[in-house]
């Protein structure tokens, strides 16, 4: 029990904005909760397209992203300044791309948690870096694909709250694990 609660609890850890104090310290720490919870946003909405809820994976992005927020991912080994192994325009276009990922690997469901979130903020903008570990199930009892990796996102204050504008996951690794046979 003590490991599954581990991971799925941590705190927003206060960086030099959020140390600052004054007047403006509730803000600053209200918009650094508000960003975190983007990349649970980004998670719920994978993973509802990974249990094959397409439609609530799409809407759930639309709440992450901005409408031209540009989205790409890296695979292991690829150069991380190179053209991506996937990228979209959008949430819809990105909802897409994952379908389309999801579907060509035979994933039947996903499970994707975001930590050690870290977060630099100016003004109505920022930048954040956090982790990615995912399980992707090809089979419950047969198979599975884990992947690690990070998240470097450019975050845009809008009139509807924060948003991802920018996204690049870098994974530095998807390994395959087999149940052993009975």
Known sequence: MVAVSCLSSFAIAPTADAKKGGEDAGKRLSDRAEIVDLGYCYAEATDAIGRGDFATGK???????????????????????????????????????????????????????????????????????????????????????????TYYDTVVRTPQGWRISKRKLVLIDFVRLESPAP
């Open 59 to 149: 809407e759930t992005y639309k709440e992450c992203f901005t409408a031209n927020a540009n989205i790409a991912a890296y695979f292991p080994g690829s150069d991380p300044n190179g053209p991506p192994g996937v990228a979209a325009i959008g949430p819809v276009a990105w909802a897409n791309a994952v379908k389309g990922v999801f579907d060509g690997s035979g994933y039947v469901s996903t499970q994707h948690l975001v930590s050690n979130v870290r977060i630099d903020l100016d003004g109505n903008t920022g930048t954040v870096t956090s982790y990615l570990h995912a399980t992707h199930v090809i089979d419950p009892d047969g198979a599975i694909e884990v992947a690690n990796g």
